[in-house]
C-alpha cells in the first residue's frame, strides 16, 4: 500500500506559525500478476413497492440479472424482495444453477408499500447464515421509496446497518427516483462501510450494479481507517473531507480498490520551527480479505525549514489547491441543502454564488469548469423550486467528493461536456488538445487526419514526419500549429478483425495514451473523434462502449483533465456514442 504526503508547499517557515495543506493519497497496490478475486457472498434486496411499476422494475430485473451472470459458481447469492411483505426469493446459495436464478428475477412484479428495513433485515440474514471472514459479504439494497413500514426511524435503522458491518457484512444503497430519503440511504451506506448511489434514471441502474461488482470484486482492503497524529506542536485544523470519525478518533476511509485512489485533503497548524523535525504521522488500517490479522502501515510528514522570505520561492501545488476547493466546494453543497431544509433559500442560492466564485477565481485548475457546471445545474433547480431533485442532486454530489477517489464521481457526467456532439474536430471546441486517429505513418492520410492535417498546415506533416512513427495502441504528440487547438494528439488504432484478436484491448490503450500525454503536457481539456469507426471498421456501438468505459475509467481515478469531448463525423456514429452517453447519464 503506499501513501503519498503532498503539501501544499513543500518547506514550513522558522519565523511565523503557518497554515498547511496536506493531500493524503492512499494507492492500492496494483497487481503483480493475475490474482483471484475474493469469492463474494452477496444479498440483493430489491424494492417491489407498488411505485416501482413500469420502467423501474424492468430495469432492477435487468441489473439484478447483470450482477448473477458476473458471479462464479464458488459465489454466493440471495434476492430478497420487499413490499409491505418480505419475500427471500433465492435464499443464500451457489451461483451454479445461473438460469434458474434468472429466471426467478423474472417474477418480480411491483405491489404496496415499503418495509426498507426489513427487507434488508432479510437481506442480511441470508448473508450473515454464509458468513466468511475471507470473502467479500455484502448487502446491496435498491430502493425508490420512503420506508415506511416497519421500523422507519433513520437513526435506528443506520444503528442496526453499523452492527451488521461490525459482524463483516457490507451496505450498499441504491435510491432511483426522486421519492426516496437520502438521508437515511446515504447514512446506511456510511454505517455499512460501502457505497451510495443516487440513480436519477432507470436506464442508469444496469451500469451502476457493473460499477459497484468491478469495485467490489477488486477490493483489496476493507474497514479502513486513517489516524492523523500531529508531533511537534503542529495542530490539527481539520480533515476536509467529511468524514465519518470511529470511537478511538480515527477517520473511516472507503474501501481501497485497484487502481483506485483515496484522497484525503487535511490542514494542519505548523509552528514557527528551529529545525527539521517530523510534523505529523499517518497511521493507516484496514482489513485484507487473503490476510487473517490487520494490515498497518504508517508514515510520517518532514519538510525542511526555511525563512519567510525563502517560503515566499516555494510554489503551492496545484493539486493539492484542486483537491481542497473540490472539498470545500463539497462541504458548501452541503450546507446549502442544511439552508434549504430550513426554509432559507436565499442564503442556499448565495453560498453556491459565492462557491461558483471561488472556481472561477482559480480557472487554472481542471475541475473548476465542470465543477461550476455542477454548481449551476443546482442553482438551476433552486430557482424552479424543484426541490426534491436538488436536494438529492447536492446531498450526493457532497457524500461521493467527501468519500472522495482522484477525482470522483460528482464531476464525471460534466466532464463529458453533457454528451458526444455532432461536427468537425477541426472546429474552435474550446479545448487544449484534439485527438487524431492516424496511421503508423502518422501521415496525412484518412478523413479525420486529412481534415486535421489540412487545417493544421504543412508544418503538422513535417513535425510528423520528425517523429518518425507510432504503434498501434500508442499515442504522440505535436503542437497545433494553425488549429485554434495548441496541441495535437496522434494516436493508432488496429482495424476491426472480429474482435477476437486484441483490437478491442489496443482501441483501449489509445485511449490511455492519450490521457497520459495529456496529463505530462498539463492539459485540462481534450476532443475525442469517434476512434476505431470509419475506415478501420470497427462497429460504432462497440467503439462507443469502449470509448465511455475507458473514459469513465480514467475520470474516476485521476483529476488531471477536467472536461472530455467527443467529436462524431457522421449522424449514425453519434447515434450510438449519444446512446451510450444516455446510459452513463441517465439523461
Not at 420506508?147 to 451488521?164: H, K, Q
Not at 461558483?356 to 469548469?369: H, V
Request: net charge negative.
Amino acid at each position: 500500500m503506499d501513501i503519498q504526503l503532498i503539501p501544499l508547499r513543500a518547506a514550513v517557515c522558522s519565523e511565523r506559525s503557518t497554515t498547511l495543506d496536506v493531500l493524503v493519497r492512499i494507492t492500492p497496490p496494483a497487481p503483480e500478476k493475475t490474482i483471484e478475486r475474493p469469492q463474494l457472498n452477496l444479498g440483493l434486496v430489491i424494492d417491489r413497492s407498488g411505485s416501482m411499476g413500469g420502467q423501474k422494475i424492468e430495469y432492477a430485473r435487468q441489473a439484478a440479472s447483470y450482477a448473477i451472470e458476473q458471479l462464479l459458481p464458488s459465489d454466493r447469492v440471495s434476492i430478497t424482495i420487499y413490499d409491505d411483505q418480505i419475500e427471500t426469493l433465492v435464499p443464500s446459495t451457489l451461483a451454479t444453477h445461473k438460469s434458474h436464478l434468472l429466471q426467478q428475477i423474472k417474477k418480480i412484479h411491483p405491489r404496496n408499500s415499503t418495509a426498507l428495513h426489513a427487507g434488508w433485515e432479510q437481506g442480511g440474514i441470508q448473508v450473515s447464515q454464509h458468513l466468511n471472514p475471507e470473502h467479500l459479504n455484502r448487502v446491496i439494497l435498491l430502493s425508490d421509496g420512503l420506508a415506511n413500514v416497519g421500523e422507519t426511524n433513520p437513526d435506528v435503522i443506520a444503528s442496526d446497518v453499523n452492527g451488521l458491518t461490525k459482524r463483516g457484512v457490507s451496505t450498499t444503497t441504491m435510491g432511483i427516483g426522486q421519492d426516496y430519503n437520502e438521508d437515511l440511504l446515504e447514512a446506511m451506506a456510511r454505517s455499512g462501510d460501502g457505497n451510495y448511489y443516487y440513480i436519477q434514471s432507470p436506464e442508469q441502474l444496469p451500469s451502476i450494479f457493473q460499477q459497484e461488482l468491478l469495485g467490489l470484486m477488486a477490493t483489496v482492503g476493507t474497514n479502513v481507517t486513517l489516524g492523523i497524529e500531529p508531533q511537534a506542536g503542529v495542530e490539527l485544523v481539520e480533515v476536509l473531507n467529511q468524514l465519518d470519525v470511529t470511537p478511538n478518533g480515527r477517520f473511516r476511509l472507503p474501501n481501497l480498490v485497484i487502481s483506485n485512489p483515496v484522497d484525503v485533503v487535511v490542514r494542519l497548524k505548523v509552528p514557527a520551527m528551529t529545525e527539521e523535525v517530523d510534523l505529523c504521522y499517518f497511521r493507516l488500517s484496514w482489513n485484507d480479505p487473503e490476510q487473517p490479522q490487520e494490515q498497518k502501515i504508517r508514515v510520517s510528514l518532514r519538510l525542511p525549514v526555511v525563512s519567510a522570505a525563502q517560503l515566499e520561492e516555494f510554489p503551492f501545488n496545484s493539486e493539492v489547491r484542486q483537491q481542497a476547493i473540490l472539498m470545500m466546494t463539497g462541504r458548501a453543497k452541503k450546507e446549502a441543502v442544511r439552508l434549504v431544509d430550513g426554509g432559507d433559500y436565499d442564503r442556499a442560492s448565495l453560498l453556491l454564488q459565492e462557491t461558483k466564485q471561488q472556481l472561477l477565481n482559480n480557472p487554472d485548475l481542471p475541475m473548476s469548469a465542470p465543477e461550476m457546471e455542477a454548481i449551476t445545474d443546482l442553482e438551476v433547480q433552486l430557482q424552479q423550486r424543484d426541490y426534491n431533485t436538488y436536494r438529492k442532486t447536492s446531498t450526493h454530489q457532497s457524500y461521493t467528493r467527501a468519500f472522495s477517489r482522484s477525482s470522483g464521481h460528482v464531476s464525471l457526467l460534466y466532464a463529458y461536456r453533457k454528451g458526444p456532439i455532432l461536427g468537425n474536430i477541426t472546429e474552435d471546441l474550446g479545448v487544449d488538445a484534439i485527438v487524431n486517429s492516424c496511421d503508423r505513418d502518422l501521415s496525412n492520410s484518412g478523413d479525420i487526419s486529412s481534415a486535421i492535417h489540412q487545417a493544421a498546415g504543412p508544418e503538422l506533416l513535417e513535425e510528423c514526419r520528425r517523429i518518425g512513427g507510432c504503434e498501434e495502441g500508442e499515442a504522440k504528440i505535436t503542437p497545433g500549429y494553425n488549429l485554434p487547438t495548441p496541441w495535437v494528439i496522434h494516436t493508432v488504432c488496429p482495424p476491426w478483425r472480429g474482435g477476437s484478436q486484441g483490437e478491442e484491448e489496443l482501441l483501449a490503450e489509445c485511449y490511455w495514451g492519450c490521457w497520459e500525454l495529456a496529463v505530462q503536457h498539463s492539459l485540462r481539456s481534450i476532443a475525442f473523434p469517434a476512434i476505431g469507426t470509419g475506415a478501420m471498421g470497427f462497429p460504432p456501438e462497440r467503439a462507443a462502449e469502449i470509448a465511455f468505459a475507458q473514459t469513465s475509467r480514467f475520470l474516476l481515478t485521476s483529476s488531471a483533465i477536467g472536461s472530455i469531448l467527443f467529436v462524431c463525423f457522421d449522424s449514425d456514429t453519434h447515434r450510438c456514442f449519444q446512446n451510450e452517453f444516455l446510459k452513463i447519464s441517465g439523461l
